[in-house]
């Protein structure tokens, strides 16, 4: 099983950028799938979530109004939009898959694409 994250930077606030993880080697939509963040002496902390179907979606307050989950199960892919960027959104941004519910950690982690957010 593989998870590979991309897309990450660096952005000033109020900036976008987009994250995508892409899946092999596991069958994609049998996972709910989620992306997570670290920051630097911080537990990690779900992001948000989407369920196999992506029938269900979940966002932590933090990220309400401002990103935005997706998935597309024939790519085995999960993307994180990100909009209106601030400073504290700085962090290791992880996808990761499986679990029994959306605030669950999943089995599989990727390895994690930093986000910075500075002017």
């Known amino acids: 099983v593989q998870l590979v994250e991309s897309g990450g930077g660096v952005v000033q606030p109020g900036g976008s950028l987009r994250l995508s993880c892409?899946?092999?080697?596991v069958g994609f939509s049998e996972y709910i799938a989620r992306w997570s963040?670290?920051?630097?002496?911080?537990?990690?902390?779900v992001v948000a979530g989407?369920?196999?179907?992506?029938?269900?979606i979940a966002y932590n307050d933090f990220a309400l109004g401002r990103f935005t989950i997706?998935?597309?199960n024939a790519k085995s892919s999960v993307d994180l939009q990100m909009n209106s960027l601030k400073p504290?959104?700085?962090?290791v941004y992880f996808c990761n898959i499986g679990g029994s519910g959306i605030w669950d950690n999943g089995d599989y982690w990727g390895q994690g694409t930093q986000v910075t957010v500075a002017s």
Not at 88 to 91: G, L, N
């Open 22 to 25: 892409a899946a092999s080697g």
């Open 37 to 45: 963040r670290q920051a630097p002496g911080k537990e990690r902390e």
């Open 50 to 56: 989407i369920s196999k179907t992506g029938g269900v």
């Open 70 to 72: 997706s998935r597309d």
């Open 88 to 91: 504290e959104d700085t962090a």
